[in-house]
């Protein structure tokens, strides 16, 4: 069993960074895949990016690629998402998620997954 939390939400500029964190209890939480995802009103959830158990592979919606940056501590069983350079269209409610299997883009692929965190970007 996994437990997800995400922190560092909040509200910033266009043109701002936040790093937003995922902090997972379970000793075997260095085994799983992690996902960011994130769900803005009226829209659909939407791969942002993951990594892999060992953190050597990372992957990224081509929306984010070159703005947004992820990385993993399994010491300190977190997993970070730096935002920067962020944009109106950033706006929405951002989760994250870990698999057993592996990366990959669809949500319905994932176990567990954290309550989300709110990133608002103002224009």
């Known amino acids: 069993q996994v437990q997800l939390v995400e922190s560092g939400g909040g509200l910033v500029q266009a043109g701002g960074s936040l790093r937003l964190s995922c902090a997972a209890s379970?000793?075997?939480?260095?085994?799983?895949?992690v996902g960011w995802f994130r769900r803005a009103p009226g829209a659909e959830r939407e791969f942002v990016a993951g990594?892999?158990?060992?953190?050597?592979?990372?992957y990224y919606a081509d929306s984010v690629k070159g703005r947004f940056t992820i990385s993993r501590d399994n010491g300190k069983n977190t997993v970070y998402l730096q935002m920067n350079g962020l944009k109106f269209e950033d706006t929405a409610v951002y989760y994250c998620a870990a698999d057993l299997s592996g990366v990959g883009s669809r949500y319905r692929k994932y176990d567990y997954w954290g309550q989300g965190t709110q990133v608002t970007v103002s224009s």
């Open positions: 379970g000793r075997t939480f260095k085994n799983y895949a």
């Open positions: 990594i892999t158990w060992t953190g050597g592979s990372t």
